[in-house]
């Protein structure tokens, strides 16, 4: 069973920078995607970031919402089980539970449905 814990969170004004980190319980080789999500009060969960590592780690890919493009940016240091979020430029509309997510795809597509652990998220508020 894959763990996940995420930090970083908090209440910043707008054009702030937070940076969330994900400890993950334990490394497996079963993960291939990690992915950041929100959800706002009254809206749907939204895909932030999603991280595909293929081919024995040989191969990296990022993918972003278009709303957060060039203002957040997701990394993964496997040394040590954590994968982070940088997000820049906050806008009071990326306030939001953000979770932390990983999952395994056997296509290179990490989509929403693939990913099968989830953490128990944590708050970001940016304020105008």
């Known amino acids: 069973q894959v763990q996940l814990v995420e930090s970083g969170g908090g209440s910043v004004q707008a054009g702030g920078s937070l940076r969330l980190s994900c400890v993950v319980s334990?490394?497996?080789?079963?993960?291939?995607?990690m992915g950041w999500f929100r959800q706002a009060p009254g809206k749907e969960r939204e895909g932030v970031a999603r991280?595909?590592?293929?081919?024995?780690?040989?191969?990296?890919?990022?993918y972003y919402a278009d709303s957060v493009k060039g203002r957040f940016t997701a990394s993964q240091d496997n040394a040590k089980n954590t994968v982070y979020l940088q997000m820049n430029s906050l806008k009071p509309e990326d306030t939001a539970m953000y979770y932390c997510?990983?999952?395994?795809?056997?296509?290179?597509?990490?989509?929403?449905?693939?990913?099968?652990?989830w953490g128990h998220g944590t708050q970001v508020t940016v304020s105008s």
């Open positions: 991280i595909y590592t293929g081919g024995g780690s040989t191969y990296y890919a990022e």
């Open positions: 334990r490394y497996t080789y079963s993960r291939n995607c």
């Open positions: 997510a990983a999952g395994w795809t056997s296509d290179g597509y990490c989509y929403t449905e693939r990913y099968k652990y």
